[in-house]
């Protein structure tokens, strides 16, 4: 039960917490930190280096030589990225020799490729590629895409199939995709969405480590620094546990909710019209889902890291008890981008009723699919359930780690203290 000294403890977090220069620094560098992640990962997509790429294209064909010349020298792809290209004819038997006459060419980077395609392409598109990089994607994605159409006209043309019928043979199947439920009309979704379920999974994953880390570490310096001796004076080891449990989870919530906010701005207001593309369908009864799902989530883990706190006096030591806390938050992260494909998959749907795997993997889940209703309270109940089982281990092994200094346990011993009935 709490009671007025578990209160003076949260209150000592909160104000501890709160007011201090890394709460201020992480609640508004952290949303910065992600943005700019996703603008240096779309720079670096965009920087395929390839540019001044020097290739000789080799075919076998005289026909088809004319219609590769038209379609790269047409390519704004090509032309952006300043490709110096020479073409040749040659027969197959001839094409061996010429790679071992441009041998020490290629290896010296005077030409970046030699792209050879041979008549047989028009039938089994079949092609070569010569280089010292061969893997080199950015160039081979590029003179496949247009040596492919170059193909397709080809061989389309030879059968008289009108420039029409072949036009539409080249389009992809544009695929809408509408959302179904009970409650709601039949709606048209987006990849806003999707996006959402990147940054929910994300954030979880974050902060939780985060969180918990900080969390340890404060119990390793009350440890040394003797100040966990004065603190047990006047409170019992598990009313102190409690307290600073309690504390720091308000505090993690706190900063959730002011990173959510943007988010339920966008998607309860007009001021700000999103693309159809990118949409997002997200009411406040999900992001509040959300919050008290975190919540539970860092009563767990965070009384689990400040166990592991108690046992140890210092960062190294603590490794070998963390490492399986990290585990237990990152394959559940790592489960949620297989959602991403499909988000029934069973391992996915087993996983989102398990402890600890279904505090991040759940509130995912829902941002993508309708989850139901049964599912949402099963899930929940169990991590109030593991939260009650963590914060009785947690205690016994708190008020043995905490007043214990000197040579690092052992797990044996470790297993003694919870083990012993107090």
Known sequence: MINYRIVAVVKRELKEKLFSKSFLLTTFLIPLFML???????????????????????????????????????????????????????????????????????????????????????????????????????????????????????????????????????????????????????????????????IFAFFLYLSLIMIGTMTMQTVMDEKTGRISEILLSSVHSRELLAGKILGVSITGVIQMAIWLSPILMLASTTWFALPPQISIDVSPGLLLYFLLNYFIGLLTFVGLYAAVGSIFDNQQDAQSGVWPLLLLIMIPFFMTFSMFNNPDNPVVNVASLLPFASIMIMPVKMTVADVAVWKIILSFCINVATVCIIFKLAGKIYRVGILRTGTKPKWSQIVKWIRYNY
């Open 36 to 198: 700019g992640i996703i603008v240096v990962q779309g720079v670096i997509m965009q920087f395929q280096g390839d540019k001044n790429t020097v290739l000789e294209i080799i075919v076998e064909s005289p026909s088809l030589l004319k219609e590769l010349q038209t379609a790269f020298s047409q390519n704004k792809s090509i032309e952006e990225a300043k490709y110096s290209l020479s073409y040749r004819h040659m027969s197959r038997a001839q094409v061996d020799g010429y790679i071992e006459e441009k041998n020490k060419s290629l290896s010296a980077g005077k030409i970046d490729g030699i792209v050879f395609i041979p008549e047989s392409a028009i039938n089994d598109k079949s092609i070569e590629y010569y280089s010292k990089t061969p893997k080199a994607f950015a160039v081979t994605s590029k003179v496949s895409g247009l040596v492919n159409a170059c193909l397709m006209d080809v061989y389309f043309r030879e059968r008289n199939i009108a420039d029409e019928d072949l036009n539409y043979a080249r389009m992809n199947v544009d695929v809408k995709t509408f959302k179904v439920t009970e409650e709601k009309a039949v709606e048209e979704t987006g990849m806003g969405n999707t996006i959402l379920a990147y």
